[in-house]
């Protein structure tokens, strides 16, 4: 099947760690991205990358960090330098190009800091 | 900047019913898009349908369609003939063009409760 996941569904980070998110997909898609949701509150863009081996920060790159060696993964580091961790991740991968791009989600990362 | 309003926080209809979810919007762009996504309990967000700021006509897909008014700057999402699996938290959102990218930026969304 094709699609995107992302592993774990749940994960716990004691402060002052780091925690990497997988995000892998099959679709073929050019374009990933990542995007954090807070209780109450809509998806805000934290980093994408529309190529493998660029990337670009988003409007809450602070604190997070990115690689894009492969077309398929998009992993997603959050460092001890992140003032407020706990939240839901969501990535999402899409063509890099076209106005009518749409952009498919995975089930999301529950991360929680303790 | 852009900026995506969604001012219902939660609705309710009953089953069977058609609910209007609303949506407006501010961009200084000339070149658009315009997306809904649901979000079920579970978490995952699901795309429901897409309206191009230069589209001639209204966009439907299914139950869904989009009730786009360019001059007010709104987009609201119309679902016909409610069904259960229809509650959800759903969100707009709008494509940005300038700085490069395929950038979303999203409202904060409108918990629709579908009720017997």
């Known amino acids: 099947d094709g699609g995107i996941t992302q592993s774990p569904k749940y994960l716990f980070r004691k402060e002052g760690q780091n925690v990497t998110l997988s995000c892998e997909q099959n679709?073929?898609?050019?374009?990933m991205y990542w995007y954090r949701q807070d209780p109450g509150q809509g998806l805000r863009l934290i980093y994408y990358?529309?190529?493998?081996?660029?990337?670009q920060k988003g409007d809450i790159a602070e604190g997070y960090s990115v690689s894009r060696e492969k077309k398929e993964s998009f992993p997603l580091t959050v460092t001890s330098a992140q003032k407020n961790p706990t939240a839901f991740y969501l990535c999402?991968?899409?063509?890099?190009?076209?106005?009518?791009?749409?952009?498919?989600f995975g089930p999301g990362t529950r991360l929680t800091v303790l | 900047a852009q900026k995506i309003t969604q001012t219902q926080p939660g609705m309710f209809v009953q089953e069977k019913e058609a609910v209007t979810l609303d949506c407006t919007y501010d961009t200084s762009d000339p070149s658009y898009g315009l997306f809904w996504y649901k979000q079920p309990s579970s978490g995952e967000m699901i795309f429901l349908i897409y309206q191009g700021s230069y589209d001639q006509q209204n966009a439907t897909e299914g139950r869904y369609s989009l009730n786009f008014q360019k001059a007010r700057k709104s987009a609201n999402l119309v679902i016909s003939a409610s069904q259960l699996g229809d509650s959800a938290m759903y969100f707009c959102?709008?494509?940005?063009?300038?700085?490069?990218?395929?950038?979303?930026?999203f409202g904060t969304g409108t918990q629709l409760k579908v009720e017997l």
């Open positions: 990358s529309q190529i493998v081996n660029d990337f």
């Open positions: 679709l073929n898609h050019d374009a």
């Open positions: 999402a991968s899409g063509r890099s190009s076209g106005s009518t791009d749409t952009q498919y």
């Open positions: 959102a709008m494509r940005r063009v300038t700085g490069g990218g395929n950038k979303l930026t």
